[in-house]
């Protein structure tokens, strides 16, 4: 016998604490369509006051990096450190970055 | 507050306290039995709002019958005959599809009847109806989407959503019967005239049951007694459940 949920899409679900504040990524669940997504991670991931605003992506729409890619994609940034503003001496008025 | 009116509102609130509690309890049995765990959750949420507005409706009978009696005096010292409950709501849980179908049939009703509740004069049973209202809107959406899969889904589903639309239409006229007691508070400005919503309540189920596929039955059986005390077997087993605790320990607290 099949599970009931291998037949449903699952979905990542992102959550907004309070206004101003970015979505945050909470969790997955099964859902049938983008709709149902919805109201599941309501009941899911805010029934405890968690959140104002909810986004619901299907998970195979997120193109995710590999842990190959790790070497080409990173590491080439170890060594530049002129990235980082921490790395220029600021003149003596500016004194609050 | 008159003692005619008071009594009878006392009345109204446990009725409307056994509406939500059996409801609440039925939904709550498919705990852990739900079709998928997102489900299982979401649908055990709709039976804690149940619970948390027969609460409310029991806390202020509690509080007009003023004889040191509590919510849980009236959730679990009354048998079934005392019970007030509409019928609909007894009825065992049956399969998912019967389920929603009832819950479609409840949440259409409470989406009607609980903003005419909110107009109450009687300013408790109106907070009550406000924090309802918003409850059942989700409610609703879900019900509504749960019969519009099952009944438009696969050829087994349509089977069953027919068949539970078919087996639970003769109880939702008693939805709409009114009494002395319900007329007293009507005409008083403080209950709803429940018989007023029934034209809109079939139109909105038919319209759903139509875009579901399904057939809307005809008005030839109705089964009436809930409010009256006489009930289907179904609640005493129920309630035989639902009580066990509270009447084998009385006064337990853990």
Redesign the interface.
């Known amino acids: 016998m099949t ?3 291998e037949k ?1 899409e699952l979905f990542e679900v992102f959550v907004r604490s309070k206004r101003g504040l970015d979505h945050k990524h909470v969790g997955s ?4 369509d983008h ?2 997504a919805l ?2 991670a ?3 991931y805010t ?1 405890r006051s968690e959140g104002v605003s909810l986004w619901v992506v299907k998970s195979s729409d997120i193109c995710a990096s590999q842990e190959d890619d790790a070497d080409c994609f990173y590491d080439p940034n170890d060594d530049k450190p002129y990235r980082h503003a921490t790395y220029y001496v600021l003149p003596e008025p500016v004194n609050n970055m | 507050m008159s003692d005619a009116i008071k009594a009878a509102t006392l009345e109204y609130a446990t009725r409307l306290g056994d509406d939500s509690v059996v409801l609440g309890h039925r939904i709550s049995e498919w705990v852990s039995y739900g079709p998928f765990l997102e489900e299982d959750i979401a649908y055990g949420n709709v039976a804690l709002d149940y619970i948390g507005r027969a609460r409310m409706f029991y806390t202020y009978a509690a509080e007009l019958a003023n004889d040191g009696r509590t919510e849980d005096d009236f959730a679990y010292m009354r048998s079934d005959r005392e019970y007030r409950n509409l019928l609909l709501m007894e009825m065992p849980k049956g399969d998912f599809a019967y389920s929603q179908v009832r819950q479609l049939f409840a949440d259409v009703y409470y989406s009607l009847v609980l903003p005419e509740l909110l107009k109450s004069k009687d300013e408790t049973l109106s907070a009550i109806a406000a924090k309802g209202i918003k409850e059942t809107k989700y409610h609703l959406r879900r019900s509504r989407d749960w019969v519009l899969r099952l009944g438009d889904g696969t050829e087994e589903s349509h089977k069953r959503t027919q068949k539970a639309v078919d087996a639970l239409w003769g109880y939702t006229h008693e939805l709409f019967d009114m009494d002395e007691t319900e007329q007293l508070l009507a005409d008083a400005g403080i209950g709803v005239d429940v018989s007023k919503l029934h034209s809109a309540w079939h139109k909105q189920v038919s319209d759903i049951l139509t875009e579901a596929t399904l057939n809307v039955p005809d008005d030839g059986w109705a089964v009436r007694g809930g409010r009256t005390g006489y009930h289907t077997e179904n609640l005493g087993h129920m309630l035989t459940e639902m009580q066990i605790v509270h009447r084998s320990h009385p006064g337990c607290q853990w």
């Open positions: 599970k009931p949920t449903l669940l099964h859902a049938e709709e149902q109201e599941y309501r009941d899911c029934r």
